[in-house]
């Protein structure tokens, strides 16, 4: 389904809502997809850009949850990889998405 999504952090620190719904928001189909590494099994959201060719808008959200649904909205909440010259942590990341 297509929607519009607003990253609700930067760096896991939460935004002020105003700067939330003034921040630029990525328009693409929200998918979830399951992916396995050695043994462990990992649940992610992916917003794909509608377009021929598909390409990842975000970072994928990893074990997302949903926690808030309005009438026209949602909020997921989950893990976001980010990668630093010192390599790779997660922080806490949620989006706010809502139909176009």
């Known amino acids: 389904m297509i929607f519009k999504v ?5 760096g896991g620190r939460r935004r002020p809502w105003r700067d939330i719904l003034n921040s630029p928001a990525y328009v693409g189909d929200l998918r979830t ?15 794909v850009s509608a377009g021929a060719l598909a390409q990842y808008q975000l970072p994928a959200l990893y074990e997302p949850v949903l926690v808030t649904i309005a009438p026209m909205a949602i909020q ?3 893990f976001e ?7 790779f942590y997660s922080v806490v990341q949620e989006w706010h998405c809502i139909a176009p």
């Open 6 to 10: 607003y990253l609700m952090r930067i």
């Open 81 to 87: 990889r980010i990668k630093e010259p010192e390599g």
């Open 33 to 47: 997809v399951t992916e396995k590494r050695g043994d462990a099994i990992y649940t992610q959201a992916l917003l």
């Open 76 to 78: 997921l909440r989950g």
